[in-house]
Each structure stands twice: as C-alpha cells, then as structure tokens.
C-alpha cells in the first residue's frame, strides 16, 4: 500500500460513490495555482475591507456566500473543472483573509491605516489577536481532521470521490485558510521580520517540507495538509509585500492593480489547467 493512502479503496468506504476524479492532482502546477490563489484572495480580500471600506464584518459576510455559491457549483459538478476548483480556493482565500482579520483586529490604532477612524462598516472586530485566533482555528481544523478521521474516509486528494469527503474537504480548506492568514499577518505584522523576511521564512519552511518528502517515515499525505496551510501564510506576506506602503516595508502597489495582475495570471493557469484536462480525456 501507498504510504500517502489511509483508505485503500474509497468505494469500499462508500459503494454509492462515483469513481469520477473531482479535485486535482497534486503537481507543481498545483503549488504554483495555490500560491496565486492564496496571494490574490489577500489583496482581493484588502481591496474590499479596507480600499474600498466595506469594513471585515460586511465583506466577510459577502465573501462567505461568494463561497457558498462556489462550492454548490464544484460539488455539483460531475467531474473535475480547474474553473470551479480555483474559483472555490480563491474564495476560501478572499473569506478567510476578512474572517481572519475580523477575528484578530479591531478599531485601535495600531490597526488602522493614517487618517481612518474606524475599520468600515459594521461591527469592527472581536480584537482577539494572533495567538488567541491562531489557537481558536488550530481546534477548529484539529475538530475537523478528527471527524474525517472517525468516518474512515481518506484524506488522499487524489481519493476523494465521495460528497461528504468533499465537504470534509472543503470545511478544513477554509478553516486552513483562516489560520494561514493569521499565522502570515503575524509574521508581516508582529514578528518583526517584514512581508519579505515572513515570506522567506516560510519559503524556508517549505523547502524543508520537500526534503522531507524523501524521509519514508514521514506520510505524504501530512506533508501536503502542513504544506496546503503554509502556502496561505506565503500568500499573505507576498500580498502585504505587494500592497503595503513603502514606508511599512511593502512595494506600494495598491489592492486595486495587485488583485488584477494576480487575477489575470490565476485565470492564465486556469485556462492552461483546463486544456491540459481535456488532452488527459482525450487520451
């Protein structure tokens, strides 16, 4: 048996269930679409909270139903499609840069840019901070983990085929996207290391999860959920090194021009994803 398999046979688990491949397979190209996807889901989520001072409690609200629209539409869908799996990862992305901040910020100064009184729209925050918010979303994918473990279903990507696997699925992206955006505004943030030290530090940690892809003893298959929830801290420390004023540390290239350079080279992958599927269906 495969080291990365905790279910041989997902059918056994569930006969009902369609052999029909619906989530991708795990290449670089899947790392590099993840890191876009995370990075624009940062400045998109900043474009609507803060550019355009909808405040995190509305455009949370708003981003999470964007989600829920997504996700009907991929779980819905009978076989893979890059455009439904990547619009889904990029609206966790969107929501739990919003839901993350909402969590940790609130109306204090030191989170408001000069000038601003007030974080937007709506209530401003439960002002819990990093490690009470990092804490909270651990127990919440710690729940999650432990329940997909209870049912029996694999946690193999490439394995999922079941419904309930899927939204076991998609529930620990989101959680896992939250706390990526927690853990990467308290490096950008707290740690003293700036958006590009934060970026570098976890690009270090990553590299050192490839080498360990090499170590039998460690499954593959904990390497890629620890991997899945670092690329979300990367993307916001690039996103807050895309976006922030110089003076901060950051390039200054605003939300608004960020979120469509990033959203322009997501829908390139996408589209390249895509043709790629169908030569696969067609051979």
Known sequence: MDKTELVADPQAVDPGASAMKKLPEVTLAFWIMKIAAT???????DLFAQTLKLGYFLTTILLFL??????????????????????????????????????????SAKYLSDGATSLGWG???????????????????????????????????????TLRAEALFWSAILVSNTLGTSMGDFLSDSSGLGYAGGALLVTGLLAVLVALMRVPAVPNVLLFWIAFVL????????????????????LDLGTAGSSAVLFAVLVALMGYAHLRERRTLAT
């Open 39 to 45: 990075t624009l889901g940062e400045t998109a989520g």
């Open 123 to 161: 209530p401003q925050g439960l002002g819990l901070g990093y490690p009470a918010g990092a804490a909270i979303l651990i127990s919440l994918l710690v729940v999650i983990f432990t329940v997909w473990k209870l049912t029996g279903m694999t946690f193999v990507i490439r394995d999922i085929v």
């Open 231 to 250: 690329t979300r801290p990367l993307g916001a420390t690039a996103g807050d090194f895309l976006t922030k004023p110089t003076a901060k540390g950051g």
């Open 66 to 107: 964007i989600f829920v629209v997504t996700l009907v539409v991929q779980l819905r869908s009978r076989r893979y499609n890059p455009f439904f799996y990547w619009t889904v990862i990029l609206s966790t992305s969107m929501a739990g840069t919003t839901m993350s901040d909402f969590m940790n910020r609130d109306a």
